[in-house]
Nanobody, 127 residues
Framework: QVQLVDSGGGLVQAGDSLRLSCAASGGTFSYLSLGWFRQAPGKEREFVAAINWNGNRAYYQDSVKGRFTISRDNDRKMVYLQMNSLKPEDTALYYC????????????????????WGQGTLVTVSL
C-alpha cells in the first residue's frame, strides 16, 4: 500500500511560481509511475504531468508545457511539480498520483490508470 501526502499549495499572483511536493511511503517508490492531476471547481479532474520510474521521461498537458516541470527523487521518495508563470486558469486542487505499473500511450493521461492518490493541495492564482 502506497500513501501519498501533497503539500506546497497556496495563494499567489499571476506570474508567480510555486513548487508542489508529494511525499510517498509504503511500496517500492522507485518502481512507481507518478503523476500530477488537478481539479478546478465544477470541472473534471485533468492530467497535468507525469514521470516514469527513473525520471528520464516526462509528459505534460499542452497548457502547462514550458511552464511546469515534474521531477522525482527516488532516494527521498518525493515527487515535485515546479510551476512557473502561473495563470488564474491554473487555479485548482492539485493531486499527486501513483501507479505500480507503467502506463502505455495515452493511459498516462487517464486518472483511472493511477491506483494511489494524495489528499490534494490547493493552488489559487489571482490576477
Amino acid at each position: 500500500q502506497v500513501q501519498l501526502v501533497d503539500s506546497g499549495g497556496g495563494l499567489v499572483q499571476a506570474g508567480d511560481s510555486l513548487r508542489l511536493s508529494c511525499a510517498a511511503s509504503g511500496g517500492t517508490f522507485s518502481y512507481l509511475s507518478l503523476g500530477w492531476f488537478r481539479q478546478a471547481p465544477g470541472k473534471e479532474r485533468e492530467f497535468v504531468a507525469a514521470i516514469n520510474w527513473n525520471g528520464n521521461r516526462a509528459y505534460y498537458q499542452d497548457s502547462v508545457k514550458g511552464r511546469f516541470t515534474i521531477s522525482r527523487d527516488n532516494d527521498r521518495k518525493m515527487v515535485y511539480l515546479q510551476m512557473n508563470s502561473l495563470k488564474p486558469e491554473d487555479t485548482a486542487l492539485y493531486y499527486c498520483a501513483a501507479d505500480r505499473h507503467t502506463p502505455v500511450g495515452r493511459s498516462w493521461y487517464n486518472p483511472g490508470e493511477y491506483e494511489y492518490w494524495g489528499q490534494g493541495t490547493l493552488v489559487t492564482v489571482s490576477l
